[in-house]
């Protein structure tokens, strides 16, 4: 496969490199391989870095390194990324409290799929979700994995306000509310974990880690809350194991 | 170690604390904040003998009344917003002493959009992951994740204990804020995602700033940009401050201090980093115009704003 590695200017401070142009774990793998090269060889004058679907962005400064030796550094690493060996995965376990106030479009993705609610949790909590990228909001994850079976369209005007934890669904991506905002998803339930939380500036899920969901009764979610805010629950996480992502459809 | 500087008597429409930002964590979708007017904080604090990447206040059109509790050294960079002291009008751009008991205020807007506040020894707010600025939607840094409220005591960090020296900046230095700016940009990797002729408007015709305008970005009125067939969305990817993106409706959003880490419309363009400070002294309502320059000649403008920042630390730094 001819693989891409195309570089280009993001402004005079940022530099795009390309590896793909489609949504695939693929691409998202030499998008990891790519990032933990960057973290080995920590080149001066470049501060941070923000892995996409299927690009890397890197912020630089332009008064310590120059955009040429920038691009030269950047083709040297291009031929490592086969020997990477990556690192480990890990699962992170979202308890998540489906229906009801939490989730009050359930039953609408139920009908428009022609599913009961039921199948609706049992469906979306049994993939593994790939983490591809975080933003759109702090501690916000783009998920690949939902089935086709649970796709379903945004609602045509957006909600005010949609609460921190909601899990939703647009078209064919699923995804958690980092934190309060307005917003068009599908809600079809509400996790107590905090992905981003503020009195502590903290984040749970980073790019490349999976995400699982873990049906939960409105008495756990309330349990766990508690223990959220008290700082006494700890996250659920285990290693990925490849095998893993093929029991989800 | 903290003192209490300033009681808040009135907060004006938008007072934030702000430093030059929390780089590092927009892997995890976090904004990296910090001055829209970078070079005007900058040269505040070199006003009173800070570190050039000393928090200040962020002070947006409509300033605060503040009550001084403490003597202090301070400057006011940036938009000319009438500042007052007691009843002597203050001018930007120059260091004053104040005293306790001292009010500081501000009245109509003579020039530009945002001031900067900056005293000697800085503010004494908690450094969230390495930074003073404030986050507005991410409820963290600055005072206490929010915009200034009435009531609030602001603390300083090292009082004042003896007169420093006053400082100016050099009349030859003092950006003057245009209501129409030519706002300079290199090319986006979408560039390609729109027709000749819409290339070719964005850069002959003016946009202004439309009301919808605020720290995370600016959307603007003018003429309607065109993508090429099926190019109106791309695959999810990191942008940046200044960066122009264009969503299908054609009007052109550009990306500001608090904007978010990544994106899905083609980047058309993104501003260069010397014009941020006349971008961000824009008001809903003013118009701009864009000129196109390549890579080496924003780095060659990047490193002059530089290096004059170096230069005006050397010579304001405190015997």
Redesign the interface.
Known sequence: MDSMFKLSPLGDSALLIELGRSIDPLIHERVLKLITLLEEASLPGIHEWVPAYCSVTLFYDPSVISYNRLTNHLFKLKERMDDVTQTESQVIHIPVCYGGQMGPDLDQVARHNGLTPDEVIALHSQSYYLIYMLGFSPGFPYLGGLSPRLATPRHASPRPRVAAGSVGIADSQTGIYSIESPGGWQIIGRTPLKLYDPEQPSFLLKAGDYVRFIPISQKEYEQIEADVVQGNYQPIKQPYRREDGDISH | MGYPLFEVLSPGLLTTVQDLGR?????????VSGAMDPLALQVANLLVGNPRHEAGLEITLKGPRLHLLHDALLAIGGADLSAKLNDQPIAPWQSFFAQKGDVLSFGPVQKGVRAYLAVYGGFDVPP??NSKSTYL????GGFK?RALKKGDVLYGYKPLKRKKARRRLAPEHIPHYSDHPLIRI?W??EKEAFTKSSLHQFLTHSFQVSPDANRMGYRLSGPTLVHQEGQTGI??????R??IQVPPDGKPIILMADS????GYP?LA????VDLPALAQLAPGHSLSFKAVD?DE??RL??AQ?RFLRQLSLVSTPL
Do not use: D, N
């Open positions: 780089p590092g964590f927009q892997q995890y979708g976090l904004s969230v992951m939607l991410g409820k963290i994740g290199t986006g990797p695959i999810s990817s990191a942008v940046t200044g960066t978010q880490t990544t994106g980047r993104v501003v260069i980093t890579l924003a780095h990047y490193k530089e």
